[in-house]
């Protein structure tokens, strides 16, 4: 079945340090491939998406590259801030059956001053 | 637009109860679904909801049930509480009647405490 596997967090930070968080994923067809992120005590909301091969997401200087050939979909920043402590979600929606996501387990960022 | 709304927000029940919880999508969201998330097992797919059908469902014992109705508002059920029970449940709505690209808007969930 379709799975999602995301690096295993914590990841720690420095202020304006370059963030990479790795997501593969395994799926039929042509997924949609999304990065959601939950701050404390919120639900999830929509970072950046792609949905289809070569496609960048961006939003907020967090930018992610659908890659097909490595199936994979890592989220990338080149400066972070503390307020980008939190818990990122990378997941896909595959084209044939259920297009219900498929989440990662969620990595969380701490960012320090 | 007003955002997905959850209530409560939280919960405290004891085992054997059984709990209601409700959802309210963005204005015009058809499909509704809702998420169990816990530290251990992560973000699980419960079940979706459109027109007032349940269209997916996840790998949870009957014991979780749902329902939507016409204004496309959702409540689910959990009947004889568990301590396992205990998680943060998640509403989510999005506009379609379905695709691969959609993104789902969430809501701030409801944390369920069973002692």
């Known amino acids: 079945g379709d799975s999602v596997t995301q690096m295993e967090g914590p990841v720690t930070l420095s202020e304006e340090a370059f963030l990479t968080i790795n997501c593969t994923y395994t799926a039929t067809g042509y997924p949609s491939l999304f990065w959601y992120v939950q701050y404390p005590g919120e639900g999830l909301q929509l970072l950046l998406k792609?949905?289809?091969?070569?496609d960048k997401g961006s939003n907020k200087g967090f930018e992610a590259t659908y890659r097909k050939e490595t199936t994979s979909f890592h989220l990338e920043k080149g400066s972070v801030q503390v307020s980008d402590s939190a818990v990122y979600f990378c997941?896909?929606?595959?084209?044939?059956?259920?297009?219900?996501?498929?989440f990662g387990r969620g990595t969380s960022l701490i960012v320090h001053p | 637009k007003a955002g997905v709304t959850q209530t409560p927000r939280y919960l405290i029940k004891t085992r054997g109860q059984q709990v209601t919880l409700s959802c309210s999508p963005i204005s015009g969201h058809r499909s509704v679904s809702w998420y169990q998330q816990t530290p251990g097992q992560g973000l699980q797919f419960l079940f979706e909801?459109?027109?007032?059908?349940?269209?997916n469902k996840g790998n949870f014992p009957g014991r979780f049930s749902g329902r939507q109705f016409s204004n496309s508002r959702s409540e689910m059920n959990v009947s004889t509480l568990e301590l396992g029970d205990s998680a943060l449940y998640l509403c989510?709505?999005?506009?379609?009647?379905?695709?691969?690209?959609?993104?789902?808007?969430f809501g701030p969930g409801t944390r369920l405490l069973v002692l």
């Open positions: 989510a709505s999005s506009s379609t009647s379905g695709g691969t690209g959609e993104t789902q808007y």
């Open positions: 997941a896909l929606s595959a084209s044939g059956g259920s297009y219900i996501p498929t």
């Open positions: 909801y459109f027109s007032e059908t349940q269209r």
């Open positions: 792609a949905t289809k091969a070569d």
